[in-house]
């Protein structure tokens, strides 16, 4: 039932980026806490403003498709920060959005933000100039609030990246194969729940999963094995006919 290309629409036509079969597109990816200040060195907590900034670079680089929002609005109430981010990202970039919603409340939300945008829930059904990320927390849970973005993105036909972030020696099996396994049940998980809602609403197959360092207590980027997994997951997306959406290793 899934529809094997997704429409990423930006508000300007000449945007948009149609996920599918081994097409490859770029964008930003998130969503860190705290950023480096470009005038005064200074780490901090990221703020509404970075993220309008970001925005805007992203709409200007050339090679970046979608927009995934690096930062978050830590200076807005953690009850709407997420429609704080939309904001920024729509008055500042041209290009799809893609981000996520604290719950299904926050997503319905988002998605009337986005309609009147678009003029009305008709046109951005046609046009989804934004996309939701729902991440299963592992190992193998989609706890109430990940299940109710899932069931509002189906409702209204907005594109859902189910996402898994397993950490491979943490919480799924410490080799990349048994990672995998428990990885590809999560995402698996996610996308049956959005049919089960909506048969043929768009999905897209995620990852962002990794190893565990062991020293530090925490995952890691930019590993081998996190792009090992990154590869393997795009794979089984095209074994299953589905776009994915993976992290770089």
């Known amino acids: ?30 969503t860190g806490v705290m950023t480096e200040d470009l005038v005064s060195g200074e780490i901090r907590e990221s703020t509404k403003d970075d993220v ?7 709409n200007a680089l050339q090679h970046m498709d979608v927009l995934s929002s690096p930062v978050t ?18 008055v500042n970039c041209t290009k ?25 829930e008709e046109a951005l059904r046609d046009r989804p100039i934004f996309s939701l990320s729902a991440c299963p927390t592992s190992p193998l849970q989609l706890i109430k609030e990940c299940a109710e ?13 189910v996402l898994s972030m397993v950490m491979a020696g943490a919480s799924s099996p410490i080799s990349i194969s048994g990672a995998l396994v428990t990885h590809n049940v999560e995402v698996l998980a996610g996308i049956i729940l959005a049919q089960l809602t909506n048969p043929g609403t768009p999905v897209i197959y995620g990852s962002s999963s990794t190893t565990f ?15 090992m997994m990154s590869a393997a997951a795009a794979e089984l997306a095209n074994f299953y006919g589905l776009p994915s959406y993976v992290a770089g290793g």
């Open 96 to 120: 799809h959005y893609h981000c996520e919603a604290e719950d299904g409340d926050r997503a319905l939300k988002m998605i009337e933000m986005a309609a009147a945008v678009t003029g009305g």
């Open 149 to 161: 973005v899932i069931i509002q993105s189906a409702k209204h036909w907005i594109p859902i990246n």
């Open 213 to 227: 360092d062991m020293r530090h207590g925490t995952a890691v980027v930019g590993v081998p094995e996190m792009a």
């Open 1 to 30: 039932m899934c529809p094997g290309q997704v429409l990423l629409a930006g508000r300007e036509p000449a945007n948009d980026f149609m996920m599918g079969g081994r097409r490859i597109g770029f964008t930003t990816f998130g």
């Open 52 to 58: 309008a900034k970001i925005a805007a670079l992203t």
């Open 73 to 90: 609005a830590r200076d807005m109430p953690n009850s709407s920060c997420d429609l704080h981010m939309l904001e920024a990202a729509l």
